[in-house]
């Protein structure tokens, strides 16, 4: 059996770990918003603003059931954020984080497995590996509705990714990667042996580690060199 700490499945997020948006989320928040006549400058405005930016990384339709209560609202709500984000994403508003797709290429490289995962819905997260050229990058890509319905903090886009690829013997072989609280979370939840958070998106060193970050590092372009002297330091026990 291989030692745990030979890491084999690495999950990475998207926007914000491998993925710039330069604050679509908000802008399309604000799509939303005004589809159900949320005034913007609102107080009610900037209350629901303010639950977006504390639970990024969260699947967005359990974002929006929380702000809006009733199912038909929070369907309108994701739909016309889905649609304002895929079309902010269309006009070429993302850009992969600086080194992140070489980054995922050495760890593939190295053997290990990497499957990005998202809390957008699929016609988003296709719309964004559509505009980086990403389809082919990686072997599996995950959002909530593949793993049952429930994303982060939920560990279960972990597992699922687990159980699909089938290149680890032990959660302890995963490797999971994010730049939100929830991230952590998710990671923690489903056992894996190395959490880690990054400083390129939306959360700060404080709140990656009090959510379950066992390292935070600049950026995912730092990631190979971690998971590197992570194993060899299993290596040499």
């Given at each position: 059996m291989n030692d745990i700490r030979d890491l084999h499945l690495v999950v990475l997020d998207m926007a914000?770990?491998?993925?710039?948006?330069?604050?679509?989320?908000?802008?399309?928040?604000?799509?939303a918003a005004g589809e159900l006549g949320v005034e913007p400058g609102s107080a009610d405005h900037t209350e629901k603003l303010d639950y977006v930016r504390a639970t990024m990384g969260?699947?967005?339709?359990?974002?929006?059931?929380?702000?809006?209560?009733?199912?038909?609202?929070?369907?309108?709500?994701?739909?016309?954020?889905?649609?304002?984000?895929?079309?902010?994403?269309?006009?070429?508003?993302?850009?992969?984080?600086?080194?992140?797709?070489?980054?995922?290429?050495?760890?593939?490289?190295?053997g290990r497995t990497v499957v990005l995962t998202t809390g957008f819905a699929r016609v988003t997260q296709d719309a964004i590996l559509d505009a980086l050229g990403w389809r082919?990058?990686?072997?599996?890509?995950?959002?909530?509705?593949?793993a049952g319905g429930r994303g982060r903090p939920y560990p279960d886009m972990v597992?699922?990714?687990?159980?699909?690829?089938?290149?680890?013997?032990?959660?302890?072989?995963?490797?999971?990667?994010?730049?939100?609280?929830?991230?952590m979370l998710s990671g923690v939840r489903a056992g894996a042996g190395v959490v880690a958070g990054v400083l390129t998106g939306a959360?700060?060193?404080?709140?990656?580690r009090a959510a379950?970050?066992?390292?935070?590092?600049?950026?995912?372009?730092?990631?190979?060199?971690?998971?590197?002297?992570?194993?060899?330091?299993?290596?040499?026990?």
């Open positions: 914000g770990t491998t993925v710039a948006d330069g604050g679509l989320v908000e802008l399309a928040f604000a799509a969260e699947s967005k339709i359990s974002v929006f059931r929380h702000l809006f209560g009733e199912e038909s609202l929070a369907r309108r709500a994701n739909a016309a954020f889905e649609k304002a984000y895929g079309e902010l994403v269309d006009g070429g508003r993302v850009a992969p984080i600086e080194g992140a797709r070489e980054a995922i290429e050495e760890l593939q490289g190295g082919d990058l990686v072997p599996l890509t995950l959002c909530p509705a593949d597992l699922e990714a687990f159980l699909r690829t089938g290149v680890a013997e032990d959660v302890r072989q995963i490797a999971v990667v994010g730049d939100t609280s929830y991230d959360h700060d060193d404080t709140a990656l379950g970050a066992g390292h935070v590092l600049g950026s995912v372009a730092e990631l190979p060199a971690l998971l590197s002297e992570f194993a060899a330091a299993g290596a040499g026990r």
